[in-house]
């Protein structure tokens, strides 16, 4: 049950994920060059300045993909049960950010980052059953993966 293109639908949707974008690179920013920097990093962490341009990528296709769902019918059980793990989702990438760069818990980090791969694998397989921009999430779950291992590895580092 496809609607209509909804211009504000979809700016609702980006906006909701760059938002949560936004609040990650608050946490992040001040401490990419000094705490991040400070750490002792495996060959394969990402360069600081990644950070930026690489969510503001993954958040883009995030939206998409959210806006994707929400125009299936919100009403439907299914959509229902999708947008409610995008949310968790959501809120897990602003967890994992703000444990990691404004905590600086590598701990809790690594355990939210599984939290996070989990629960993006459960959306993208649930949401795959409504719409195939589901796919557009499949970046961002790679990412995670990399970042999960970034993450425990630094853990053990450090």
Same mark, same amino acid.
């Given at each position: 049950? !496809?609607?209509?293109?909804?211009?504000?639908?979809?700016?609702? $949707?980006?906006?909701? /994920?760059?938002? *949560?974008?936004?609040?990650? &690179?608050?946490?992040? =920013?001040?401490?990419?060059?000094? +705490? %991040?920097?400070?750490? #002792?990093?495996?060959?394969?962490?990402?360069?600081?300045?990644?950070?930026?341009?690489?969510?503001? !990528?993954? %958040?883009?296709?995030?939206?998409?993909?959210? %806006?994707? =769902?929400? @125009?299936?019918?919100?009403?439907?059980?299914? *959509?229902?049960?999708?947008?409610?793990?995008?949310?968790?989702?959501? =809120?897990? @990438?602003?967890? /994992?950010? !703000?444990?990691?760069?404004?905590?600086? $818990?590598?701990?809790?980090?690594?355990?939210?980052?599984?939290?996070? /791969?989990? #629960?993006? &694998?459960?959306? =993208?397989?649930?949401?795959?059953?409504? $719409?195939?921009?589901?796919?557009?999430?499949?970046?961002?779950?790679? +990412?995670? #993966? %990399?970042?999960?291992?970034?993450?425990?590895?630094?853990?053990?580092? @450090?």
């Amino acid at each position: 049950m !496809s609607r209509e293109f909804s211009f504000g639908r979809l700016l609702a $949707s980006l906006g909701l /994920c760059h938002l *949560v974008s936004l609040g990650s &690179l608050l946490f992040a =920013i001040p401490s990419l060059a000094g +705490w %991040y920097g400070q750490l #002792v990093k495996p060959g394969f962490a990402p360069p600081q300045w990644l950070f930026p341009p690489a969510w503001l !990528s993954l %958040y883009t296709l995030m939206g998409i993909a959210l %806006y994707a =769902i929400w @125009n299936q019918g919100a009403g439907r059980l299914e *959509v229902k049960k999708t947008l409610l793990l995008f949310t968790m989702q959501l =809120i897990l @990438n602003l967890l /994992c950010a !703000s444990s990691f760069f404004g905590l600086h $818990s590598l701990l809790l980090a690594a355990f939210l980052s599984l939290l996070l /791969c989990l #629960v993006l &694998l459960l959306t =993208i397989l649930r949401a795959a059953k409504l $719409s195939q921009a589901a796919l557009l999430l499949l970046p961002h779950l790679l +990412w995670s #993966v %990399y970042l999960a291992a970034v993450a425990w590895t630094l853990l053990f580092l @450090n």
